[in-house]
């Protein structure tokens, strides 16, 4: 059987919280919210003598739509443009463009050994400073610089990690914050779950800057902590 349908966010998510690919992801879809046009594209196979051995394949196309889900961290995304291709024991995304806190970014999606990895990659900008931080912080950003990002989710935890080199922007702030538009200063943050109640939050700027943070994953209350300048 050849399907072709408009499927608007809601009832794809819907469709794929009801199928064998839930279990593949992890709790990705689970609580994710949404809303635009799409349209799904699909192939299902019903073996005549055996009815209950059902597979499909197909691809569902994102048409300017956004996601978010709160309970894993994952932010609002703007304007996704792609295709995710799906059969009934995998789904993954290959460079679907979207918008993130005012600035573009690319999205691919995976599931390897159990474990979904979500890879972003984007532009850190004025615009993605003042969006996510402070209007008067972005007036001290000039430039752009790429950064990279990668999401894993497992069964029971989710773990992020971020990084830029911040090479193509200037910043004018006292030093040591303050840098030239050619000059590398490495900024990471990772967040990795360390038991089934708590996550680590580390944050590193070059050589001059660091906090260790524990947070409550239920709670988001901040146990303990250290910052170092």
Same mark, same amino acid.
């Given at each position: ?5 408009? &499927? $608007? /966010?809601?009832?794809?998510? *819907?469709? =794929? @919280?009801?199928?064998?690919?839930? !279990? #593949?992801?992890?709790? %990705? ?73 005012? &600035? $573009? /970014?690319?999205?691919?999606? *995976?599931? =390897? @050994?159990?474990?979904?990895?979500? !890879? #972003?990659?984007?532009? %850190? ?75 680590? /939050? ?28």
């Amino acid at each position: 059987i050849d399907l072709v349908l408009d &499927s $608007p /966010i809601p009832k794809i998510i *819907n469709a =794929i @919280n009801k199928s064998p690919i839930k !279990n #593949v992801m992890k709790g %990705l879809f689970d609580e994710m919210k949404g809303d635009g046009n799409g349209k799904l594209t699909t192939q299902i196979q019903i073996p005549l003598k055996d009815e209950e051995n059902i597979t499909f394949n197909g691809n569902y196309e994102f048409q300017n739509s956004y996601l978010i889900n709160d309970a894993i961290g994952m932010p609002k995304i703007n304007n996704i443009i792609g295709y995710v291709e799906f059969d009934q024991n995998d789904i993954k995304i290959n460079k679907a463009e979207a918008i993130l806190s005012g &600035s $573009p /970014i690319i999205i691919e999606l *995976n599931n =390897i @050994n159990d474990i979904t990895h979500v !890879n #972003v990659s984007g532009i %850190l900008d004025q615009e993605f400073i003042r969006v996510t931080l402070d209007t008067n912080l972005a007036k001290k950003f000039i430039g752009e610089s790429p950064w990279i990002g990668e999401i894993k989710i497992k069964e029971n935890s989710t773990d992020l990690k971020i990084k830029t080199d911040l090479q193509g922007i200037k910043i004018d702030l006292p030093a040591p914050f303050g840098k030239k538009e050619d000059e590398i200063t490495t900024v990471s943050i990772t967040k990795k779950s360390i038991n089934n109640n708590q996550e680590l /939050i580390r944050a590193e700027i070059g050589t001059y800057a660091f906090a260790e943070l524990i947070k409550e994953k239920n709670y988001g209350e901040i146990k303990n902590g250290l910052i170092s300048i």
